[in-house]
T-cell receptor, first 114, second 117 residues
Framework: EAGVAQSPRYKIIEKRQSVAFWCNPI?????LYWYQQILGQGPKLLIQ????????DSQLPKDRFSAERLKGVDSTLKIQPAKLEDSAVYLC????????????FGPGTRLTVT | AQKITQTQPGMFVQEKEAVTLDCTYD???????LFWYKQPSSGEMIFLIY??????QNATEGRYSLNFQKARKSANLVISASQLGDSAMYFC??????????????FGKGTTLSVSS
């Protein structure tokens, strides 16, 4: 079974530019999460989808971050415009239906904003 | 208040020795789950072990065991017979609510484990 896929793995942009990350969860997983992990800290939830609906986006900086999950499968996370403090690893995770205690993480996208 | 507290920024252990990584949590929800993840330098989060709040016995997975003390709200990870490959960052995490509800994980700040030969 293929794991959670993310791309790109690394991205370097200048502040005020925009960037997008892509996540393909494990096939059949209904729940998808985006986490932000700043260097030296634990991951922090940005947004959670159940199928293609948003369950929790309370910690998403909505003035600059947006995310969508069309058709309840792939998801994209966008930052526009980026700030220096957005430099972090962006982790995508997914859970199977009815087994939310199982979260499988992708390799992450390391973003550097200069 | 912090929901997950890991007080050890770094731990050092020799190969083949056991090591305990501390984790305390704070929740008023009677249903919750506790997790430990390993994050090597490659960055991927690797699930190690899970303990549900209603589980009567401490969880074990190979060389990993979770010392669950509910009254003290602690969920320490014990790694027996450490190996060089165990060197990584370790995160304690909690999910509040029923497992089926699909709530996100709340992570601690992590503990860096270094295993020497």
């Amino acid at each position: 079974e293929a794991g959670v896929a993310q791309s790109p793995r690394y991205k370097i942009i200048e502040k005020r530019q925009s960037v997008a990350f892509w996540c393909n969860p494990i096939s059949g997983h209904a729940t998808l999460y985006w986490y932000q992990q700043i260097l030296g800290q634990g991951p922090k939830l940005l947004i959670q989808f159940q199928n293609n609906g948003v369950v929790d986006d309370s910690q998403l900086p909505k003035d600059r971050f947006s995310a969508e999950r069309l058709k309840g499968v792939d998801s994209t996370l966008k930052i526009q415009p980026a700030k220096l403090e957005d430099s972090a690893v962006y982790l995508c995770a997914s859970s199977p239906r009815g087994r939310a205690y199982e979260q499988y993480f992708g390799p992450g996208t390391r973003l550097t904003v200069t | 208040a912090q929901k997950i507290t890991q007080t050890q920024p770094g731990m050092f252990v020799q190969e083949k020795e056991a090591v305990t990584l501390d984790c305390t949590y704070d929740t008023s929800d009677p249903s919750y789950g506790l997790f430990w993840y390993k994050q090597p330098s490659s960055g991927e989060m690797i699930f190690l072990i899970y303990q549900g709040s209603y589980d009567q016995q401490n969880a074990t997975e190979g060389r990993y065991s979770l010392n669950f003390q509910k009254a003290r709200k602690s969920a320490n990870l014990v790694i027996s017979a450490s190996q060089l490959g165990d060197s990584a960052m370790y995160f304690c995490a909690m999910r509040e609510g029923l497992a089926q509800a699909g709530t996100a994980l709340i992570f601690g700040k992590g503990t860096t484990l270094s295993v020497s030969s």
